[in-house]
């Protein structure tokens, strides 16, 4: 067979890959604390050069290069953890994270099991009887993981560091987790994230901005024109395709005949 077609054809999925990492980015680009991901991809030369070196079966016995096809091989997403812009709303219960660090917030599934997520999302709001809570009711926590309640008829206060008061006295502190390495967070939805085996938290040291929200870090100009990289290149290897076809049409149905 035409290596050349397998060539193109991973091409083709690599650039669809990236193609829908790119449109789920501009899908939620008005999401509040929306952080974009990336799409790598590793070349055969960098495939098989792993693989040759790999002593994983010892020294002096050859091993089989298996099915590594010459071509593109899809690598792993990546999260993008910069801070993006501010929305003034002028709402108390609005927060926005200044520096690193997420919210913690207690998640319920569907089957009734509770743990904590992170996010970075902070459009709260109070619910009937008065708990801080995201726009899905999950609750908010503060520093001794307890979920945080005001009283509705009093103005809150919600200081830098997260301190939240009413008439003077101090009802909770919000709690701002953050991690060591992002690499052990795990996406759970378009703004939770959930630690995995081997994360470990760090003591935070982001400041707490009330009124404000932390919108999508997703430039929407810079993801066009990836969009429009990415069609390109998905074209080039179609064409490859075609022309593929086209000559193996003209070897099967008139060369074969002379």
Known sequence: ????????????????????????????????????????????????????????????????????????????????????????????????????????IEFTNKAGETSTMYTRGGQFTLNREGYLVTEDGDYVLDTQNRRIQVNTLLESKIDTDGTISQN????????????????????????????IEGARMTPADAQINSGYLEMANVQIVSEMVNMISITRAYESNQKIIQTYDSSLEIAVNQLGRV
């Open 168 to 195: 003077g006295r101090t009802l909770a502190k919000i709690q701002v987790a953050d991690f060591e390495d992002y690499n052990y967070l795990e996406k759970y939805g378009e703004t939770y994230y959930r630690p």
């Open 1 to 104: 067979m035409l290596k050349g077609l397998y060539t193109a054809y991973t091409g083709m999925i690599n650039e669809q890959h990236r193609m829908d990492t790119m449109t789920n980015n501009l899908a939620n680009a008005s999401t509040v604390g929306f952080k974009k991901e990336g799409a790598t991809s590793q070349a055969f030369n960098d495939v098989l050069t792993v693989k040759i070196r790999d002593a994983s079966w010892g020294e002096h016995l050859p091993q089989r290069m298996g099915n590594n096809n010459p071509g593109v091989k899809i690598g792993e997403n990546y999260t993008d953890f910069t801070q993006g812009s501010y929305r003034v709303t002028g709402n108390t219960y609005d927060l926005a994270l200044d520096g690193d660090g997420f919210f913690a």
